[in-house]
């Protein structure tokens, strides 16, 4: 209803109700002075003092879609107790009221019956910021007070970041990838984001305009390394950057048989790795293409020579064979597999496993068929494309295949009996060294014929199918029977 001035013929607007005394007991809903029931409900006035008589109560504005924006109050806390100042459905908070502090509110949106209020604090002696106002990017409202906020968020394949990701926390779940910087200069020098590889593979962290991260262009973060990257206004620098430096090895034993394996990120962070297992057919590990270094141990047996390769899976890098029953130390630079030992300092020795001709203890990384191995006891071998080709024991040497010399032959002088140039299965044949100059023939370990300075004597009879010829002066002893001279 609204009535008409008799001096001015204008309407007349209802009157607020300009003040309102309050003690909360219990939480309360107010009413528009032009809608309620005053004789029963409790306006909201234009001024309230209110005093709560126990924390944690309510006090609840009228609906917001019953008046226009602008609509306003002032509330002061009375009590000692603070109370909660919310909308109408009791769903939002539009402020809380300390002991002995004043709120003026006000209305800025009213399409629902909630409404949208902001506020600020009023005619105290000492001023203080409202939280939930103030809360932004890496700030998070609790009640009276702002609280540190990183909302976490995944990382997508070559994302870049850009000025609205600051404060945010970033984390890596996939295999290798990288991501992209936004221009220091650009954000400025307060700009900052948490990162976390939880992934199986490096994640790198690429500068734009030839900015610098950490001193270079880009920043690895291998599986489970995370840091703080924050910009200097020309650069980004990292605080808290990599994994916990406590000294720890953790060790991986895995059966295997035939085939590739790859290894998942939490097998790989062990630094000694043990396979085990009877081979049918060779074995290729794949690690990470993260930096790190191994112990690997070959425990398998294998029966048909078959082989444990180390490997990242790049095409063209280089790979680590381990022999049965062999150890090895490796690194990867993240693309390589290489070895980890080129001397040993401070040894005084070095031990090999036996090996075999197919997989010798010592071989070579691209002919791992070639090489020195223990053949057996008080043996020393030599392989050449899985074959033994030298076998030295305490008896000496014997060679499969022809022996080429372009220098000297050098043996023992030997005697009739044991002939320093023989054959095998007739040892006491063959050829010695009969005295200073002198080359003897043996035939049964016996002297058949010697060679001198002063020419040949042969012991027995000589039979010739040809002539006999002399063109010197010297003199036939003895009877000489057939062939023409």
Request: glycine share 14%; with cysteine; aromatic share 8%.
């Amino acid at each position: 209803m609204s009535y008409t001035s008799p001096f001015t013929g204008d309407v007349v607007q209802p009157t607020d109700v300009s003040y309102e005394s309050i003690t909360l007991t219990a939480n309360l809903q107010l009413v528009w002075p032009i809608n309620g029931n005053l004789s029963t409900e409790t306006p909201a006035a234009r001024i309230m003092d209110v005093s709560a008589s126990s924390a944690g109560l309510e006090l609840r504005m009228p609906p917001a879609d019953e008046v226009s924006v602008g609509q306003d109050a002032l509330i002061k806390n009375t009590g000692a107790n603070t109370f909660t100042v919310k909308t109408s459905d009791g769903t939002g908070t539009i402020v809380a009221i300390a002991s002995g502090t004043s709120r003026y509110i006000y209305l800025t949106d009213n399409t629902t019956a909630a409404g949208t209020w902001s506020n600020f604090q009023f005619g105290a002696g000492t001023s203080s910021a409202d939280a939930a106002t103030l809360a932004g990017a890496g700030l998070l409202a609790s009640g009276l007070t702002l609280n540190q906020s990183h909302p976490v968020e995944s990382i997508i394949a070559s994302q870049s970041f850009v000025d609205g990701d600051r404060a945010k926390t970033y984390v890596w779940g996939g295999g290798a990838t990288s991501v992209t910087l936004p221009s220091a200069v650009t954000v400025g020098d307060d700009w900052f984001f948490l990162i976390k590889n939880n992934g199986t593979g490096t994640l790198t962290v690429n500068t734009t305009g030839g900015q610098l991260i950490d001193g270079g262009a880009s920043k690895a973060f291998a599986p489970n390394e995370s840091a703080f990257i924050v910009s200097t206004g020309t650069a980004f620098i990292t605080i808290g950057y990599g994994v916990s430096t406590q000294f720890e090895f953790g060790v991986l034993t895995k059966t295997v048989t035939t085939g590739t394996y790859t290894l998942t990120a939490n097998e790989a962070a062990n630094t000694i790795m043990i396979f085990n297992g009877t081979l049918s057919g060779n074995v290729t590990i794949i690690v990470p293409p993260v930096i790190n270094f191994y112990v690997i141990s070959n425990q398998c047996s294998a029966p048909g020579g078959e082989t444990l390769t180390i490997s990242t899976g790049a095409i063209g890098a280089n790979t680590a064979t381990v022999p049965a029953s062999g150890q090895a130390t490796v690194f990867c630079d993240s693309t390589n597999i290489l070895n980890a030992n080129t001397t040993q300092a401070g040894g005084t020795s070095f031990s090999l496993v036996n090996g075999t001709a197919g997989s010798p203890s010592l071989n070579f990384g691209s002919e791992t068929n070639t090489g020195v191995y223990r053949p057996g006891a008080g043996r020393f071998g030599i392989s050449i494309l899985g074959n033994l080709v030298l076998d030295v024991d305490a008896n000496g040497i014997n060679v499969t295949g022809a022996v080429n010399s372009t220098t000297k032959l050098v043996t023992a002088s030997g005697t009739a009996a044991a002939p320093s140039i023989t054959f095998t299965g007739d040892t006491d044949t063959g050829i010695y060294r009969t005295g200073a100059n002198g080359v003897g023939v043996a035939a049964n370990g016996a002297q058949v014929a010697r060679f001198e300075t002063t020419g040949l004597t042969v012991t027995g009879d000589g039979n010739f199918s040809g002539n006999l010829e002399s063109t010197g002066t010297g003199n036939f002893k003895g009877g000489i029977s057939g062939g023409t001279f």
